[in-house]
């Protein structure tokens, strides 16, 4: 009898078998493939792999700009897919030592529930059946594939796929403007390759500051990267090269591709799981949990990660909820996540990262806020490293704490913590505008913008 099974080994199920260590508590992690999940094998981390050698490519071209001088630069694509391997294969081994060392029994096979406190394990044919006094569904998403894009691998492909391509495609159309077909669309042009995107929505990456988005979008045009809004695609995959079809402004002879990448989100992974055994319940598949513990209608039985209803999907909220839940499961006392104060990031060139409200999102709950906007345009260390587009957006409440903030431009997705802070703690303007940032930073750019909010600006 164990403590604890966890069904997945991606974050939200590895997280939580290795913070259950903290409890003495003791686990068993049932997982069909390597630890690691989505983020580490087929998502965050090969993603940002490939974003980086994209970068350090762009960067190297305009290395003439810096006073270095140097030949022609080409980019290597074998050789960033091998280093893309080698950082996810390192990281798998890491996370497999780490696990045996928080004692962590891995139990290699397929997981299903089949009643409360009790898990099928399918492994080569036989079954392994495993009991624990509380359970925790973690088993993670995969794309999602639209009828009228059926994936063949090849031609027509998931984020999957793409990861692993073996040669950079010429001409690459995404269907869905979201994170994942920005980060991809950013790091293919960065790479030389002709990319258009279709999005059905009136602006890229949805529930972003809408500002965000437009800067975004800017900035990838910049890059030669076409956007087709408000646009319903179609494919016609009979002759020698996919073609795209339809879109406002795109001719209805069509746009040639060599592939097409399909990321218009993904779907949780709760089929075969077993969950007409207990009372655990389900909304288009996704599982119903308690935003304070985690647990299901079933007690004992537990859903963290993406598989969650209504949660935002992210890695690191992953972590956080396993945290809730092993948290409950050792002391009964609830520790529940504030997703209000979760940061989420856009690995483009340049970064989105975004934390609490958007103006949006304050004025759909009826909140009067101030916005104030400060460039990167003036501030010295962007000037310095030659990426001096994008802004610092924050938004307060009149007369109130900071309720939301985004940053476009160069690390961003390093700087939204400091603002993540000011968000969860429901700082006011002026207690953040006190504290001094350092003289050239990139943070610069947040202090400007805070002593504005306060009413009281320097520059």
């Known amino acids: 009898m164990y403590d604890v099974i966890v069904i997945g080994g991606g974050p939200g199920g590895y997280g939580a078998a290795l913070f259950a260590h903290n409890f003495g508590l003791s686990v068993a992690l049932v997982e069909k493939d390597e630890v690691g999940g989505t983020c580490l094998l087929r998502g965050c981390i090969p993603a940002k792999s490939w974003l980086q050698s994209a970068e350090v490519y762009s960067t190297v071209r305009s290395a003439g700009e810096f006073g270095v001088v140097i030949g022609e630069a080409s980019f290597d694509w074998p050789k960033a897919l091998a280093r893309k391997d080698r950082i996810v294969n390192g990281l798998v081994r890491g996370l497999s030592g780490l696990l045996r060392m928080r004692k962590v029994e891995v139990v290699k096979g397929a997981g299903r529930m089949a009643g409360p406190g009790r898990v099928e394990v399918d492994q080569d044919g036989a079954t392994r059946v495993l009991e624990g006094r509380s359970v925790i569904l973690a088993t993670g998403s995969a794309p999602i594939e639209l009828p009228a894009f059926p994936y063949d691998g090849v031609r ?148 963290v990660g993406d598989i969650v209803a ?114 969860g703690w429901e700082a006011l303007p002026e207690e953040m505008a006190a504290f001094i940032h350092a003289h050239p930073t990139l943070s610069e750019a947040i202090g400007e913008n805070l002593l504005s909010s306060s009413g009281l600006s320097l520059h």
């Open 156 to 303: 027509i492909v998931s984020s999957d796929h793409a990861l692993d391509w073996t040669e950079r495609p010429d001409r690459v159309g995404i269907i869905g403007g979201g994170i994942v077909g920005c980060e991809f669309a950013s790091l293919l042009a960065d790479v030389g390759s002709q990319v258009v995107v279709f999005e059905m929505l009136d602006q890229i990456i949805p529930g972003f500051e809408p500002a965000a988005a437009r800067e975004l979008q800017k900035q990838l045009r910049r890059k030669k990267v076409r956007f087709f809004l408000e646009a319903a695609a179609r494919v016609d995959n009979s002759g020698g090269h996919p073609v795209l079809l339809g879109g406002t402004g795109a001719a209805e002879s069509g746009i040639e591709v060599d592939a097409v990448l399909v990321a218009v989100g993904r779907r949780p992974v709760t089929e075969n799981l077993g969950l007409d055994t207990v009372r655990t319940e389900t909304d288009r598949g996704f599982v119903i949990a308690d935003r304070e513990t985690m647990q299901t209608a079933e007690p004992g039985v537990f859903a």
């Open 310 to 423: 209504g949660t935002p999907g992210l890695a690191h909220g992953a972590f956080a909820e396993a945290i809730a839940a092993i948290t409950f499961i050792a002391t009964g006392r609830p520790r529940p996540v504030d997703y209000q104060a979760l940061p989420s990031v856009v690995y483009t060139h340049p970064e989105v990262a975004s934390v609490g409200l958007t103006s949006v999102d304050a004025a759909a709950r009826g909140i009067e806020v101030e916005e104030h906007d400060h460039s990167f345009v003036g501030v010295g260390r962007a000037r310095i490293i030659g990426k001096n587009q994008g802004f610092v957006k924050i938004l307060n409440e009149v007369g109130g704490p900071i309720v939301g903030a985004t940053v476009v431009g160069p690390q961003a997705g390093e700087m939204i913590h400091e603002l993540m802070y000011a968000v």
